[in-house]
Each structure stands twice: as C-alpha cells, then as structure tokens.
C-alpha cells in the first residue's frame, strides 16, 4: 500500500492482519507501483521520482528524477526501444533481474509520457500528447502504442517506438 506521505507498507489481509512498513522513500504522495517479480518494486510520486527498491533489504538501486514535474501514474511495458546514445549496461543493477519489464512508462502533470529503459537506466523518449496532467497509461501486451488519459477527458494514442501520436 503506498501513502500520501511517502511510505510503502506490507498489509497482510489474510491471516493476522499484520502491517510491516517497506520502504520511507518519497516525500510526496505515491502515484504508482509495479511489482518486479518477488524481488523488486517500482515507485513514483508526485516528489517527481520514480524509484526501484530491492524487497530484500529495502535499499534503493535505481532513481529517474525530472527535476520538478509531478508522476501521476505509472506502468510497465513488455518491450523496449534501444537507447540512441549506447551505453554499456554491463555495470546496470537491473540487468541480474529476471523479468518480462524491460521498461517503465510514467505520465507526468505537464501532459507528457516518458520512457525508462531499465536495463540502460535511463529515460530514452518524451512524447507530450495531452496539454494537462496525465491521468492514467496502458499499453496493450505485445504493441508498442499506449492509452492515456489526461485530466481534461482526452484520450490519446501514442506510438511509443516512433514517438508520433
């Protein structure tokens, strides 16, 4: 469960009811989580980060930060775009992880969806197709288009390998 100050907590609702408290991480309200696996999970919040956290021992291994801008909703996507600048990601944290996630998509309080590679760690395409806060994202398995919705009541198709609308 992700809080309005930051926290992320684990609530087992199954047996004893029992609350243990993950991670303090953000300084503002969560906007989003995904888990990776039993081993990881994604973050974002209106502090303008999105970070990945080991379920182990807690520690973080990987914050985006966009200076400012809001994340307001979050999703995972199947695929990936290689990044145009290559960089080795022979050092990436990420790359010991076994999982389908190769890439995060955020929307942000500007109208626009950023790309995170995970594997190069690093944000690899902006789009801007909404001119208010972005609402909510989906990408459809298999397909490089995404779904938004913003806080005017638009929806919008992104194609997230060309960057077109």
């Not at 291994?61 to 809001?70: H, V």
Request: net charge neutral; hydrophobic share 35%; proline share 2%.
């Amino acid at each position: 469960v992700g809080t309005s100050c930051g926290s992320l907590w684990y609530i087992c609702w199954t047996t004893d009811r029992s609350k243990t408290r993950l991670v303090v991480s953000h300084t503002d309200k969560i906007t989003g989580l995904i888990p990776i696996e039993d081993t990881h999970i994604v973050t974002s919040s209106h502090d303008g980060t999105i970070r990945i956290f080991q379920l182990d021992d807690r520690n973080e291994i990987l914050r985006f930060n966009t200076n400012g801008l809001k994340v307001t909703c979050l999703t995972s996507w199947n695929d990936s775009i290689v990044p145009t600048l290559k960089l080795s990601y022979s050092t990436s944290l990420m790359k010991n992880i076994k999982s389908n996630i190769k890439s995060i998509i955020a929307g942000y309080d500007d109208g626009t969806l950023r790309i995170f590679n995970l594997l190069h760690e690093q944000m690899i395409l902006k789009l801007q197709p909404h001119t208010c806060s972005v609402t909510a994202i989906h990408v459809p398995l298999h397909t490089t288009i995404s779904l938004s919705g913003a806080e005017d009541g638009s929806v919008a198709i992104s194609n997230l390998v060309q960057g077109q609308l």
